[in-house]
């Protein structure tokens, strides 16, 4: 049996945020669309960090002293995040999972945003194996 891909399971429509954006935006989209974090990214599509909801409490904490929602994306967001290639294979894209605190990963194919696979997605994917 071959070992399936990242890009066989990865999400390939994907909620992106930009780095300019308003921090306030960014985490009611968030919430919004009930998802824990997205991707960062420029005016051309190249992944700039990654924004995720304790990212935003963060904002939220900053905000309170000041009680007004300031910043920006860029403020919060963790800047060159650790990415996937969309060729791996699903059991290291899994192993990575195991020894990181992350949650999701974007995938990268010749530099360039191309999905993004979750800790859900992993498990899925090595579900399907046997």
Same mark, same amino acid.
């Given at each position: 049996?071959?070992?399936?891909?990242?890009?066989?399971?990865?999400?390939?429509?994907?909620?992106?945020?930009?780095?300019?954006?308003n921090i306030n935006h960014a985490m009611n989209l968030?919430?919004?669309?009930?998802?824990?974090?997205?991707?960062?990214?420029?005016?051309?599509?190249?992944?700039?960090?990654?924004?995720?909801?304790?990212?935003?409490?963060?904002?939220?904490?900053?905000?309170?002293?000041?009680?007004?929602?300031?910043?920006?994306?860029?403020?919060?967001?963790?800047?060159?995040?650790?990415?996937?290639?969309?060729?791996?294979?699903?059991?290291?894209?899994?192993?990575? $999972?195991?020894?990181?605190?992350?949650?999701? $990963?974007?995938?990268?194919?010749?530099?360039?945003?191309?999905?993004?696979?979750?800790?859900?997605?992993?498990?899925?994917?090595?579900?399907?194996?046997?």
């Amino acid at each position: 049996m071959t070992m399936p891909l990242v890009a066989d399971y990865m999400a390939r429509r994907l909620i992106t945020l930009a780095p300019d954006q308003n921090i306030n935006h960014a985490m009611n989209l968030l919430l919004d669309e009930k998802i824990s974090g997205a991707p960062v990214v420029d005016d051309e599509g190249w992944l700039r960090g990654v924004l995720s909801k304790k990212d935003c409490l963060r904002a939220a904490i900053d905000s309170s002293y000041h009680r007004a929602w300031n910043g920006l994306v860029s403020d919060y967001m963790a800047p060159d995040p650790v990415t996937l290639n969309a060729g791996r294979t699903i059991l290291e894209a899994a192993k990575l $999972f195991a020894e990181t605190p992350y949650r999701r $990963f974007p995938v990268l194919e010749g530099g360039a945003l191309v999905g993004q696979l979750s800790r859900a997605d992993a498990l899925r994917a090595m579900r399907n194996l046997w």
